[in-house]
């Protein structure tokens, strides 16, 4: 019997989570039916046998269960997702579309390396084995003999799921709009249904980041230097050390355990030295924004590297951060007092580089605007400006970093106020641009699915042929 697994992705506010279920095909069986399946691919034909019964849908070299789609809709339901109107005839199509997209990529050599496969699923495991509590945990949760089997089915999962997101960049990356297909797309929609664009807001903030004293940076740069030799020279544990020391709550369960390669979304500092050290050597210490680090890096495999870290953060003394309010509170009465707008007080006086120079203007993290819509604003964000009348200065708030770093202080203020309203083009040009640029990327990709359909086996089973599919699965 051949396992194949089905990984099921769920979004969590903090990330991708997800749930394995492993189903059985069996290729060969004497005395029961079966099936022969012409794959055509790049001129080679490939013959498989595999046994009709659970079979709903074969997309070139990939096989689509019944018990795919089930377990498609069952960790929906899991996650608390809306499944009243979706259909199992939806999720086959949705499954058979990300096939086709991996199928094809293989088909025009748009690879995705193993080193890539395996640091995604490596970040999985990490981030799964954390919310659970131990790997030991995760593997009991999800019925896993052992973590190499694990990675193993991650493995090809995330292969496939890779090479489906590499294709459909591919189709989409270059597609653009002009100004003139943004006026046509918004004129050509009927007046009555223009979309509705939420509340939104643009917020403005001035930020203090209290710095600890000199002495207090020595103290742990040396607390570091103590530990290395510790470890260097009398064999001491780095796994031990960490989750006895590090202050960083991502890893230090974990002995200070991270994999990465050069795509991990890591600050550059800790990149360059990561990338910088041999296997089995232990960096100096070094600063990066969340304090001052030691690596161990413990496993080269090409372009992955497995490293452990320690992290340590100076203090900052309550008369350094008494201080940060102190000045915002000055800051705060200036601007109100007409002495300075507080576009020129942020360019002044803000510590946060990201934002002083645009008037201490906060960026939207989903599309780099400068609005946020109410409904989709991050809750810590909304609790923040929430009771803020128009032209109103917050007084300093102190807000932790949920990474580790240091806190800072800041002021805020509610620089426009946009209410509920019907598109218009002139104020929400923004908006229909990407709505527009949408629309021509899904045209690309509904005469990109047609085409590829055509030329792909495609074999829809039983009940599932009588599917209304968007696209022409079912070839007449």
């Known amino acids: ?146 973590l190499e089997s694990f990675r193993s089915e991650l493995f090809e999962i995330n ?31 009927p007046e009555d249904e223009r979309p509705v664009f939420g509340a939104e807001l643009e917020i403005a903030q001035i930020v203090k980041q209290p710095e600890a004293p000199e002495e207090e940076k020595q103290k742990v740069i040396n607390r570091l230097q103590e530990i290395k030799q510790d470890v260097e020279e009398n064999d001491a544990s780095f796994n031990v050390k960490a989750i006895l020391y590090s202050q960083d709550p991502g890893s230090k369960s974990k002995g200070g355990f991270y994999s990465m390669t050069r795509e991990t979304p890591f600050v550059k500092e800790f990149k360059d030295v990561a990338f910088s050290l041999q296997e089995g050597e232990i960096s100096e210490p070094f600063e990066s924004p969340f304090g001052y680090h030691i690596i161990y890096m413990e496993k080269i495999r090409g372009q992955e590297r497995d490293l452990r870290h320690i992290l340590l953060i100076p203090e900052i003394p309550q008369s350094a951060m008494e201080a940060a309010m ?60 929430r009771n803020l009348k128009d032209d109103e200065i917050s007084r300093p708030l102190k807000e932790d970093d949920p990474r580790g770093g240091a806190p800072k202080f800041k002021i805020m203020k509610i620089s426009n106020r946009y209410d509920e309203h019907k598109a218009d083009f002139a104020k929400d040009y923004l908006k229909i641009q990407d709505l527009a640029l949408r629309e021509k990327q899904l045209k690309a990709i509904k005469e990109w699915m047609d085409e590829h359909i055509e030329d792909t086996y495609v074999h829809v089973n039983g009940q599932h042929k009588v599917c209304n599919f968007a696209n022409n699965w079912v070839k007449e």
């Open 326 to 385: 102190k000045e915002l509170d000055t800051i705060r009465q200036q601007v109100l007092d007409g002495k300075y707008t507080f576009a020129e007080a942020a360019l002044n006086f803000s510590d946060e580089k990201e934002t002083k120079f645009d008037g201490g203007l906060l960026r939207n993290p989903i599309d780099f605007g400068s609005r946020f819509e109410l409904t989709n604003m991050d809750p810590a964000l909304y609790n923040q400006v």
């Open 159 to 189: 292969k496939l799921q890779m090479l489906s997101n590499k294709m459909r960049s591919k189709i989409v990356d270059e597609i653009e709009v002009t100004p003139e297909e943004v006026r046509q797309f918004f004129f050509n929609i």
């Open 1 to 146: 019997m051949q396992k194949k697994i089905n990984l099921i992705w769920l979004t969590f506010f903090m990330g991708n989570l997800f749930l394995l279920g492993a189903q059985e095909i069996e290729e060969t069986a004497t005395g029961e039916e079966t099936v022969a399946e012409n794959i055509e691919a790049a001129d080679t034909v490939i013959t498989k046998r595999v046994k009709v019964d659970g079979v709903a849908a074969v997309v070139g070299d990939y096989v689509i269960l019944d018990s795919d789609i089930q377990k498609t809709l069952i960790d929906l339901k899991n996650q608390g997702a809306s499944t009243q109107d979706i259909t199992e005839c939806q999720l086959l199509g949705k499954l058979m579309e990300d096939r086709l997209f991996a199928h094809q990529a293989v088909q025009d050599s748009l690879l995705v390396s193993d080193d890539q496969v395996n640091a995604q699923s490596d970040r999985q495991i990490q981030q799964l084995s954390s919310q659970i509590g131990s790997i030991e945990k995760m593997l009991n949760y999800y019925k896993k003999q052992d």
